[in-house]
């Protein structure tokens, strides 16, 4: 009987390939899920300082999501943050942009997180 050498799961190329796939997933995943986890914390802050607005003053927001953000690493200024009161409203806008830096390729990553929120 003449077996052919593919079947006997001799294949090196597939498993190769298999193995840079991995890695490479790996690598993204890598990146990418503490900037995730960092902008989620940030978005909690924005929502929550947006729910909390009756009781504190616009300076004490802007204070708190700017020491958020500098204890999560993220480069938001004064200028990335909007607050907005009027007619019962209160609008926070945080607007940054974060590079990821892969081997050959720089993502840029826009974020925008928003809450509006009625003042009580």
Not at 51 to 67: F, V
Request: glycine content about 8%; aromatic content about 6%; proline content about 4%.
């Amino acid at each position: 009987m003449v077996r052919n050498r593919h079947e006997r799961g001799e294949g090196q190329l597939g498993c190769l390939i298999g193995l840079v796939l991995l890695l490479a997933a790996g690598l993204v995943a890598y990146k990418v899920i503490p900037i995730k986890v960092k902008a989620a914390e940030m978005r909690d802050v924005v929502i929550d300082e947006a729910r909390s607005a009756g009781q504190n003053r616009d300076p004490q927001i802007m204070k708190a999501i700017l020491n958020r953000a500098k204890h999560l690493e993220l480069p938001v200024t004064e200028d990335n943050v909007s607050i907005v009161r009027g007619s019962g409203m209160i609008r926070i806008d945080v607007k940054y942009t974060l590079e990821v830096d892969f081997p050959g390729y720089t993502y840029v990553w826009n974020f925008h997180h928003k809450a509006e929120n009625p003042l009580f």
